[in-house]
C-alpha cells in the first residue's frame, strides 16, 4: 500500500466514525439527562448539547421535572427544538443569536421560557 492510500485511508476512517456515532445518537427520541457533580462555567445552570443529551448542575437534581419553571422543563424545550429544527440547524441559529444577542435577546431561549411565562400569568 502507498503512502498516499494509507494517509488517506487513516484520514477519513475517523470522521466516518464519527459520523455513525452522531447518527446513533441522533435517532434516540429522548435525551440523555447527566447531573454534573460540578458548576457549569458562566452563570449557567445547564446546557442541552445535541445529539449528547442535556447536562445539569447536581444541585438541581431534586427539582419537580413537571414545574414549568424547572431547569429540565427548560432545557427539554431546547432539546425539541434541536428535535425539529436538526442537529445543524439548531446548532447554527442558537450559536448566530447568542453571539449577536446574549442569552437574554435570544428567541430560542424565549421560546425555551415560555412554559414558565404561562404559568406565572
Not at 466516518?16 to 445518537?25: A, K, N, W
Not at 414545574?67 to 440547524?89: A, N
Not at 441559529?93 to 414558565?116: H, Q, T
Request: hydrophobic share 40%; proline share 7%.
Amino acid at each position: 500500500m502507498s503512502v498516499k492510500a494509507r494517509f488517506f485511508k487513516k484520514r477519513f476512517i475517523i470522521p466516518s466514525s464519527f459520523l455513525v456515532i452522531i447518527l446513533i445518537l441522533n435517532s434516540f427520541k429522548h435525551p440523555f439527562v447527566i447531573y454534573l457533580p460540578f458548576d457549569i462555567p458562566g452563570n449557567q445552570m445547564a446546557s442541552t448539547i445535541p445529539p449528547f443529551g442535556i447536562f445539569i448542575e447536581s444541585t438541581y437534581e431534586n427539582e419537580n421535572p413537571n414545574d414549568p419553571c424547572s431547569i429540565i422543563t427548560h432545557e427539554m424545550v431546547h432539546w425539541d427544538q434541536y428535535k425539529r429544527m436538526g442537529l445543524f440547524s439548531f446548532t447554527f441559529n442558537y450559536l448566530k443569536v447568542y453571539f449577536n444577542s446574549g442569552r437574554i435577546n435570544n428567541w430560542m431561549e424565549d421560546e425555551a421560557r415560555e412554559p414558565c411565562k404561562l404559568k406565572s400569568r
